[in-house]
């Protein structure tokens, strides 16, 4: 063993799934029958299936749409969103989308298969920790408890940067690992591998996506006292792959936009992680952020504390420099930690934590199944389980009457925690949560079932059939999950309205779509309507310097508006209930005709017309 790090087992034999010191007669050339092999193509078609939908919700149409505009003014610097720059992101993202584009066309696929592959590439790397920490047998346990966790599938087949994000970090986690690995000699080839990742990450997400896993690295070499693990000439040519990946673009885009340095360091950074911004941004309540990082490991929510308390009793009769569990520690701790203290959290900001959480809940069940002394408590996990079975069946009964009569309280949540989503009492969406009430109930009466049978398994000292309970659980729970994604498509979506609009606006007829609460918004109507709109600006934003309305042409002031809207041109106008009522300024149409709409966005025109109804 090495510095506490198990090294690699010889590949002629595979003891992978097998317990320490057993053999297989399988020969090495048959890695199809290996565990993790097995787990990952398992699971690829529950992350790279039905790409094509739903269709895109507006933060992901705006990365779709910035793509296709990147594509159309063949400018790969500058990001622009109808029109305006848009320095919100660096431009990897956009990058590969729009080389789907150009190879598959404009589609959901096209924004969503690179995500979607990262999150499920993340699979052998977890895997490949699990190793590297813990030894070879332990790999493929952490990476089927990832494969399993419901926040990777929920999140990573998004068109936004995230899984991607979350892929970079876990490969520069794992390049610093097999140095630790091969210490004292790390060599270049995975610290290579680190360093890439580090710059790819810094390309996908800006200054969070180096600071973050150089955190994590750092004070892990702090604290196991590593300082010297790299030497000066290694560190040098470490930071020259990272510059050679990252910094063209940043230079670049600085040589082309002078004003881009302020906009992103300040505004995107300082000012969104201290709240400074105007308008403010969604920020969800911290108790709320704590339990969805939570809920994103399920089904292993029931062991996740059991899992962390026994990693930091290891870490704590090892001794820092011995532990393994100390880096997937640090990594919890760095996301959750931060963003806990950030005044702007939205509830997926730790998901780049999961893979560390699979880690950890691995080597639980691990332990569990091998039999190690002292093991976990089958007593703790008794009652976690029961606990959770309760709960379940508890949460469907709450469905049935939170989604039925009581529906009140569901729009009173969306108001308190998210209250720029949109949700409103009444109308659509009353009619949606009666929509999926039914799906809901019967969802969480199955996870119910399933956690009941994982508990009376418990009961049995039958900790295999536990683990076969809740990883058969989340077949079922996925689809139902894509499902819900289907039926909640009018509402996240603005290919609806798009698709009214386009049924009475030509290519040369003015559209106009009131000012959003921030302009990344606005990239849903424009990537389905393939054109730019001009913008209705609301007086609250007037002055303030970070919103940039360019080309100024295309934001109009009531006035302006006014002088279009009735003139003898035809005029299409988007409105959104969420936003400022301008009722008053379209009654002086003489012919104001509702178009049609979705939710709280309506489409209207300023004179009669036929009214071809859209394909849905």
Same mark, same amino acid.
């Given at each position: 063993?090495?510095?506490?790090f ?7 034999t ?12 399988l ?39 910035i ?7 063949q ?7 109808? #029109? ?47 190793? !590297? ?10 990476? =089927?408890i990832?494969?399993?966790s ?7 087949r ?14 520069a ?16 080839r995975?610290?290579?591998?680190m ?6 990450a ?12 150089l +955190? ?12 010297? %693990? ?9 930071a ?34 201290t ?6 941004? #969604?920020?969800?309540? %911290?108790?709320?952020f ?20 026994r990693?930091f ?6 001794? %820092?420099?011995? !532990?393994?569990?100390?880096l ?15 005044r ?33 408590s ?5 009652? !976690?389980?029961?606990?959770? +079975? ?18 009140e ?12 989503s949109?949700?409103?009492a009444g109308g ?8 999926i ?40 729970? =996925? ?14 979506? !603005? ?11 030509s ?7 009131q000012?959003?609460?921030e302009?990344?918004?606005?990239g ?29 042409e ?6 302006a508006?006014?002088?279009?809207w009735?003139s ?29 709409g ?19």
């Amino acid at each position: 063993m090495k510095d506490g790090f198990h090294p690699p087992i010889p590949a002629p034999t595979d003891t992978e799934g097998c317990p320490d010191g057993a053999q297989t007669h399988l020969p090495s050339s048959q890695w199809w029958r290996k565990p993790t092999f097995l787990v990952a193509i398992v699971a690829l078609p529950f992350f790279l299936l039905d790409l094509g939908f739903p269709a895109l919700n507006d933060g992901e149409a705006m990365y779709a749409e910035i793509a296709r505009e990147m594509r159309l003014n063949q400018d790969w610097i500058t990001p622009r969103l109808n #029109e305006t720059r848009h320095f919100d992101k660096p431009p990897f993202t956009y990058w590969v989308i729009a080389l789907n584009q150009m190879i598959i066309g404009e589609s959901e696929v096209a924004a969503r298969f690179w995500q979607a592959l990262a999150a499920w590439g993340i699979i052998p790397v977890v895997a490949a920790l699990g190793r !590297s920490l813990y030894g070879m047998r332990k790999g493929w346990l952490p990476a =089927l408890i990832y494969a399993t966790s419901i926040g990777m599938h929920i999140f990573g087949r998004l068109g936004m940067p995230d899984a991607l994000l979350c892929f970079w970090i876990a490969l520069a986690i794992l390049g610093y690992a097999r140095c630790l690995e091969n210490a004292p000699q790390p060599g270049t080839r995975w610290m290579f591998v680190m360093c890439a990742a580090l710059g790819f990450a810094t390309l996908t997400k800006g200054l969070v996506g180096l600071a973050l896993p150089l +955190a994590i690295i750092g004070i892990h070499m702090l604290l196991t006292r590593r300082l010297d %693990l790299f030497s000066k000439r290694q560190v040098v040519g470490g930071a020259a792959v990272v510059c050679l990946i990252s910094l063209p673009w940043y230079l670049a885009v600085g040589m082309v936009n002078p004003d881009f340095a302020g906009y992103f360091i300040i505004r995107e950074h300082v000012m969104r992680f201290t709240g400074g911004r105007y308008p403010p941004d #969604e920020s969800v309540a %911290l108790p709320l952020f704590l339990v969805l990082t939570l809920l994103w490991t399920f089904p292993w929510v029931s062991v996740v504390p059991q899992a962390l308390i026994r990693a930091f009793r290891r870490v704590h009769l090892s001794g %820092l420099r011995g !532990s393994a569990d100390l880096l997937p520690l640090i990594w919890i701790l760095v996301f959750v930690g931060l963003f806990s203290a950030s005044r702007s959290r939205l509830e997926y900001y730790a998901l780049p934590a999961v893979p560390a959480l699979a880690l950890l809940v691995g080597k639980f069940w691990d332990d569990l199944l091998g039999g190690e002394v002292p093991g976990p408590s089958t007593r703790a996990l008794k009652m !976690s389980l029961g606990i959770a +079975a309760m709960a379940a069946a508890t949460a469907a009964t709450g469905a049935w009457i939170v989604l039925g009569p009581q529906k009140e309280i569901v729009f009173r949540i969306f108001q308190e925690s998210w209250p720029t989503s949109g949700w409103v009492a009444g109308g659509d969406h009353a009619v949606l949560l009666e929509k999926i009430r039914l799906p809901a109930m019967a969802s969480l009466m199955g996870v119910a079932l399933f956690l009941g049978g994982a508990f009376r398994a418990s009961l049995g000292e039958r900790p295999g059939a536990v683990l076969a309970f809740l990883v058969a659980m989340m077949a079922p729970l =996925l689809v139902m999950v894509h499902w819900g994604f289907l039926v909640m498509e009018p509402f996240q979506s !603005s290919k609806t309205v798009a698709q009214w609009t386009l049924s009475v606006a030509s290519p040369e007829e003015m559209v106009i779509v009131q000012e959003p609460h921030e302009h990344m918004w606005i990239g849903g109507i424009t990537y389905y309507l393939k054109r730019p709109v001009h913008i209705l600006k609301d007086p609250r934003f007037e002055g303030i310097a970070a919103r940039r309305r360019e080309p100024p042409e295309r934001f109009l002031d009531d006035q302006a508006m006014l002088r279009h809207w009735t003139s003898p041109e035809k005029v299409v106008m988007v409105t959104d209930e969420d936003r400022r009522d301008i009722g008053s300024l379209l009654r002086q149409a003489p012919q104001m005709h509702l178009v049609g709409g979705s939710f709280n966005r309506k489409v209207v025109v300023n004179r009669k017309t036929p009214l071809p109804v859209p394909s849905p």
